[in-house]
């Protein structure tokens, strides 16, 4: 009895020195400045269709200190390559060397699935995102809505809790959304280091939120 009374305190002790890690490292991200010294490794989500062509639209806009850029999609995405492929041959230097890669990783959660098999698959993909985030240990993770940026945000966090590296977590709401939350951004909206909306309405909603105007 007693051996299970201490093993309780011990798992519930863990847990609090947990949730406070997770308070720490949440609350320190608005005081993080990736890049004050040099490049800003980025990892970029890329969804299917829309969501892609937004989070394209974002990188135009990013410095060239953005690098190195790695961009994860889902490996059932076949449009999403091409178009990646075509904005870095766009923006690349002729004398210079590539300066991304493109990752794959299990899809979340497709289109129609059910709840219940989208929390399996979910694991499944935080089971791929978690080796990839620890061995780029990105300063900043860049997403935009698709299911698939959850596990990495998630695995993002877990290396700052560890004491590994703060990553910033950057969520973009998408121009579609006027007066709610995508799922995803429920989700990352309480753990995100900024989240930015691109309607006033979502603004006054959720004070968390920056709001300048149209970004994509």
Not at 127 to 149: A, I, K, Q, W
Request: hydrophobic content about 45%; some cysteine; overall charge positive.
């Amino acid at each position: 009895m007693a051996f299970l009374v201490g093993a309780v305190l011990v798992v519930l002790l863990t847990c609090l020195l947990f949730l406070i890690r997770l308070y720490i490292v949440v609350k320190s991200g608005s005081n993080y400045k990736p890049g004050t010294k040099g490049s800003v490794a980025v990892l970029i989500v890329a969804g299917s269709g829309g969501h892609t062509s937004e989070i394209l639209r974002v990188m135009e806009c990013l410095s060239a200190a953005y690098t190195p850029r790695h961009y994860v999609i889902a490996d059932t995405d076949r449009m999403s390559e091409e178009k990646i492929c075509t904005l870095e041959s766009f923006n690349q230097h002729s004398d210079s060397d590539p300066q991304f890669t493109i990752c794959r990783i299990p899809r979340s959660r497709e289109v129609q699935q059910s709840w219940s098999s989208s929390v399996i698959s979910t694991l499944n993909a935080l089971r791929y995102s978690l080796p990839l985030v620890f061995r780029l240990r990105p300063d900043m993770v860049l997403c935009n809505g698709p299911g698939t940026c959850v596990p990495l945000c998630v695995a993002g966090l877990l290396l700052g809790i560890l004491g590994m590296k703060k990553v910033l977590i950057v969520y973009v709401e998408s121009i579609c959304r006027v007066q709610t939350l995508s799922l995803t951004g429920k989700i990352l909206y309480p753990i995100s280091d900024y989240f930015f909306v691109q309607w006033a309405s979502l603004r006054d909603k959720y004070p968390k939120s920056i709001f300048l105007g149209r970004i994509v």
